[in-house]
């Protein structure tokens, strides 16, 4: 059983498309969260839900739109494609301020 | 300020103890973290440290924390080549439901 998922593992697309990347978790936990690892595996906070609420917006270009549906689900959507958005994003969950578990990357390549 | 430090590389021969060393600003972060990342894989907790403690073993893992000095260490005793990866360090600033990362150090262990 996977606990923190997300689809797709890869994703290659051209400049100004818009794309989303979905996350679920099935730990039960209550607090979700995106981070964005670069070329040079520097990994920063993006955003952070709780409870299905914002509660942690870094400095993210405005193009980039989180979603939770539920609080299972964490999505992240992103307008006109730039070629510095390419990265690995990872999902994580945590329960609280308890640990948090992340899932496997999707690795987004844009050309 | 929120800053975590680590150096870069680390290179061991099998069967010999690895220390990672690590650095971060931020006293009130409540907990600290060990992340372990394969290459091409998603990013595992290997384990954490309460912040009043001062050590913690689990198996062949030592944790220090040195809160005067804000510094924190990794020992991994009998390395195997199944250690290789990049460890990265992070802080969890108190108040914020964040992880910080270090810029992670890459392991790499020969026979």
């Known amino acids: 059983d996977t606990a923190v998922s997300q689809t797709p593992k890869y994703l290659v697309t051209q400049m100004g498309n818009d794309k989303s990347i979905k996350c679920e978790q099935n730990?039960?936990?209550?607090?979700m969260y995106w981070y964005k690892q670069d070329s040079k595996k520097f990994l920063k906070i993006m955003f952070s839900y709780n409870n299905k609420e914002l509660i942690i917006n870094e400095t993210v270009p405005n193009r980039f739109s989180p979603k939770s549906p539920d609080k299972a689900h964490l999505n992240l959507h992103i307008n006109s494609l730039e070629l510095g958005d390419s990265a690995v994003y990872f999902c994580?969950?945590?329960?609280?301020?308890?640990?948090?578990?992340f899932g496997p990357g999707t690795r987004l390549t844009v050309t | 300020g929120e800053d975590v430090e680590q150096s870069l590389f680390l290179s061991v021969r099998e069967g010999d103890s690895s220390v990672i060393n690590c650095t971060y600003t931020d006293s009130s972060s409540t907990y600290l973290y060990w992340y372990k990342q394969e290459p091409g894989a998603g990013l595992q907790l290997l384990t954490y440290?309460?912040?009043?403690?001062d050590m913690k073993q689990d198996q062949r893992l030592t944790v220090l924390l040195n809160k005067k000095d804000k510094h924190l260490s990794l020992r991994i005793a009998d390395t195997q080549t199944g250690d290789s990866a990049i460890y990265f360090c992070a802080e969890s600033p108190g108040g914020y439901n964040k992880l910080i990362f270090g810029a992670g150090t890459r392991l790499a262990v020969h026979p």
């Open positions: 994580a969950s945590s329960q609280n301020w308890d640990e948090q578990y």
């Open positions: 440290i309460f912040s009043n403690m």
């Open positions: 730990l039960g936990h209550d607090t």
